[in-house]
Nanobody, 116 residues
Framework: QVQLVESGGGLVQAGGSLRLSCAAS????????MTWYRQAPGKEREFVAT????????RYADSVKGRFTIARDNAKNTVYLQMNSLKPEDTAIYYC?????????WGQGTQVTVSS
């Protein structure tokens, strides 16, 4: 099982950018599909973006398509979420998720706040 630690969150003005990172410890990072979720206050956790084990396939929520980019570096055991053109409605805690052949892991989350 991998342990996940997110970083890169913060306060940014609308229209700005942030890059989130999720560092994984443990073995076989490249055997995990990696996904970013987010949860806004009073709302359920929602899917943001996912990337396949090799990085060759990605998928995005309609709400972030064209603005966010997910990428991974298997040599560094890290997955990234580049967020551009941020909107106040992107404000949430962002969580990293790893789904492997047997186990699933979650990070502790990183807060992203977008001011208008």
């Amino acid at each position: 099982q991998v342990q996940l630690v997110e970083s890169g969150g913060g306060l940014v003005q609308a229209g700005g950018s942030l890059r989130l990172s999720c560092a994984a410890s443990g073995r076989s990072f490249s055997t995990y599909d990696m996904t970013w979720y987010r949860q806004a206050p009073g709302k359920e956790r929602e899917f943001v973006a996912t990337i396949s084990r090799s990085g060759g396939s990605t998928r995005y929520a309609d709400s972030v398509k064209g603005r966010f980019t997910i990428a991974r570096d298997n040599a560094k055991n890290t997955v990234y979420l580049q967020m551009n053109s941020l909107k106040p409605e992107d404000t949430a805690i962002y969580y990293c998720n790893a789904v492997g052949p047997i186990t699933t892991s979650w990070g502790q989350g990183t807060q992203v706040t977008v001011s208008s």
